[in-house]
């Protein structure tokens, strides 16, 4: 048996205490001094979650092309640059990029990600090809091939994905998404949907189609907030993401408004698929949200969002947590079998 001891991060807060573990199961979790040596001090934290990310245009990395800070040029389905490539590039190559961000998400503590996968039943297939003896935890919102409705491929999306994961509703013609959304609640799935990313969008027809979550909301206003916010929906922000096309979370209307956000990286050909990164980014950004604040939105805020086990430190349950230096708040270890 081995130990973890410092302070450890609770839906409380914050406790003085240490975690005893064996192989890939947490014995306990206490209170107080840690009894043995620890093999490491620190701050304890569960593994992290990163509610948003493309895993699938990881290989666009290795191309080393210049990529145009325009968000549909870049991005927007069906014919963006991101788009074509993947559409042009062979499988094994795609296969080989998810594997890479896998290894660099589990390298940072990342246990869980939260993946929008293009390419229709073929890019789950794909995506089951990478996550092959992998230990890490995929939340999977499939998409559609084309931006039309057809129920037997959404049927088969959904047979093996976690829910339905879309556009903006500026990319598709808004019934299509009715049909789709209809399809996902009867067969009591999650939907998630980018929102006011580019431009603002009615926050009213996007809260009919009763997201889980919304992604981005760059453009929302204080009013469109308030609404997200009395409708229990969370907000997904992916700062540097953002920070390529010229853009930003509104923090200050985050803040004002009391919204629920997790937090994601979004195109991994853009950046490291790190959320402690993503972390460190915000707070030289803006001196709104406390580290305290920004370790629980993504672990325990962002597992309880997306209906993932958020007594993750709990005794008797699978080892996931990952252990920081206080000052750096960089890993020092990470236990995730």
């Not at 975690?19 to 840690?34: M, Q, R, V």
């Not at 590039?89 to 990600?113: A, C, P, Q, R, W």
């Amino acid at each position: 048996m081995e130990f973890a001891s410092g302070e450890i991060l609770t839906i409380d807060g914050f406790q003085k205490g240490y975690i005893s573990f064996e192989k890939n199961k947490i014995i306990t979790t206490e209170k107080g001094t840690c009894p043995k040596k620890p093999v490491v001090k620190g701050l304890i934290v569960p593994g992290f979650v990163n509610a948003h990310i493309h895993i699938g245009d990881s290989f666009i990395k290795k191309k080393h092309a210049k990529l145009p800070r325009n968000i549909e040029t870049l991005v927007g389905p069906p014919n963006g640059l991101k788009h074509r490539l993947l559409s042009s590039t062979s499988n094994e190559e795609i296969v080989n990029g998810m594997i890479d961000s896998i290894y660099e998400m589990k390298k940072s503590g990342v246990s869980i990600f939260c993946d929008f996968r293009e390419g229709g039943i073929d890019g789950l297939n794909l995506l089951n090809l990478a996550l092959k003896n992998q230990n890490i935890s995929p939340i999977i919102f499939s998409r559609p091939n084309n931006l039309k409705y057809n129920s037997k491929e959404i049927n088969n999306l959904l047979n093996f994905s976690n829910g339905i994961g879309l556009s903006s509703i500026s990319d598709w013609e808004y019934p299509e998404i009715v049909k789709i959304v209809k399809h996902v609640k009867k067969k009591n799935k999650m939907f998630g949907l980018h929102a006011s990313e580019r431009v603002r969008e009615d926050i009213d027809i996007i809260l009919d189609l009763k997201p889980d979550f919304l992604v981005h909301m760059i453009k929302a206003t204080e009013s469109d907030f308030i609404k997200v916010k009395e409708n229990n929906i969370s907000v997904i922000i992916c700062p540097r993401s953002n920070y390529f096309f010229g853009i930003q979370p509104n923090y200050k209307l985050i803040k004002k408004t009391d919204t629920t956000f997790l937090i994601g990286t979004d195109n991994s050909m853009l950046n490291n698929p790190s959320i402690l990164d993503e972390i460190f980014f915000i707070k030289q950004k803006t001196n709104l949200f406390s580290m305290h604040e920004l370790l629980h939105t993504s672990t325990y805020i962002a597992r309880k969002a997306l209906n993932q086990e958020c007594g993750i430190l709990d005794s008797n349950l699978k080892a996931d947590f990952v252990v920081l230096d206080k000052k750096t708040f960089k890993p020092l270890f990470i236990l995730n079998k």
